[in-house]
């Protein structure tokens, strides 16, 4: 994915409608986390099968991939106006959780890596 | 950003873990969306303006850029579980966002579409 | 709960620290959801039913209580700031509510009313 | 207002729906989220100012007190289901409050108690 493509075709659409003034760090972040809730809306009163069982039904998967798309399209448009690398942000990030969850330690254990309980 | 390789990247860490059994499509929708949410917390006293001398500030930044990551990497986490092409979700969405936001329309008017008044 | 009462002691509490700047209606919707996120922090990696015996556990009863009271403060003092009597908000909710989702339409189904399938 | 009376209310909506299968403090939690993002979308595109002058706008001060009041349901409905006693929470929050952010720290200043820079 040509993540500087998105970026600016994104760009590109903004301006054409006059909307970089409302696309400041801070709207876009509301309209970040107002999209990711859409996606706690499809599975807030599924089991955790059910959940999974989405992905073969082909209208509720649709509507998955329109929400992840949002979400995605905000994250985006905030990464550019923040000049965040967002592949080196995602590499960085990934060698961090391997420093702090280390498979010993985080094996079959969802605990955050600050509230993990000492083993002995 | 090859999508594919830090969907795999992903999956591994997390098989190597036994953290298959948590990363449902419903829980990695409550990770994603709390994950948003610290976001709104790095700009929810700032001004607009303020919000985008973030871009200048490298420790906010990074710790922006750190929120960002995990944004990402949950949601190609939730669509690789989900099966879904997340750029061609993409694509398809700003297809559809270029139909219900056309310019004359949308021109300097952030106002949802099916929110907006007709003009005449 | 006199809701009127906490409202003052919160406007006099941000008041004495010049916080009104901050607390635009905006603001105070992005701490909110900020707050609920916790909530979504403490249950994400449990089942529903790990979750029920929350109540049980002291410590995360605990950490819950502290994020539903933020949750509630930061409610309180949104509706302050809009004028909204949160009380008749809330008997005006319930009672749409009961004309949206019959007994007869919505037993043992969590579908949104607008998403419901029609019964024949 | 009589938070007890809101929260039998509440259960016994839930009772005549089935509804307690869905109801689990997890899936709560989402549910809460969701609402709580409802009023990121009323304020996401407007400027502080602009959020403050929907108290005089009667259609989106509606909009806002129900989406305050859905928040303020799943609230009660949540604490109900962990034996949460959602105003002693309060007042403990709000006591703790008072011992983080001192007037003469947090005057002016709404950074986090734990990023609060030190003053010489």
Same mark, same amino acid.
């Given at each position: 994915?040509? %993540?500087?493509?998105?970026?600016? /075709?994104? =760009? &590109?659409? #903004?301006? *054409?409608?006059?909307?970089?003034?409302?696309?400041?760090?801070?709207?876009?972040?509301?309209?970040?986390?107002?999209?990711?809730?859409?996606?706690?809306?499809?599975?807030?009163?599924?089991?955790?099968?059910?959940?999974?069982? %989405?992905?073969?039904?082909?209208? /509720?998967? =649709? &509507?998955? #991939?329109? *929400?992840?798309?949002?979400?995605?399209?905000?994250?985006?448009?905030?990464?550019?106006?923040?000049?965040?690398?967002?592949?080196?942000?995602?590499?960085?990030?990934?060698?961090?959780?391997?420093?702090?969850?280390?498979?010993?330690?985080?094996?079959?254990?969802? /605990?955050?890596?600050?509230?993990?309980?000492?083993?002995?």
């Amino acid at each position: 994915m040509d %993540i500087k493509h998105y970026q600016e /075709e994104l =760009a &590109r659409f #903004a301006g *054409e409608r006059d909307w970089d003034q409302f696309h400041t760090p801070k709207n876009l972040s509301m309209a970040l986390a107002r999209e990711a809730s859409e996606l706690l809306e499809i599975f807030q009163w599924l089991t955790g099968e059910q959940s999974c069982a %989405i992905a073969e039904n082909s209208g /509720e998967a =649709a &509507r998955a #991939a329109e *929400e992840i798309a949002d979400v995605l399209i905000y994250l985006l448009r905030l990464a550019d106006k923040l000049n965040i690398d967002i592949e080196a942000a995602v590499v960085r990030k990934m060698a961090l959780n391997a420093q702090k969850y280390p498979v010993a330690l985080a094996k079959g254990n969802a /605990e955050k890596y600050n509230r993990r309980k000492p083993r002995t």
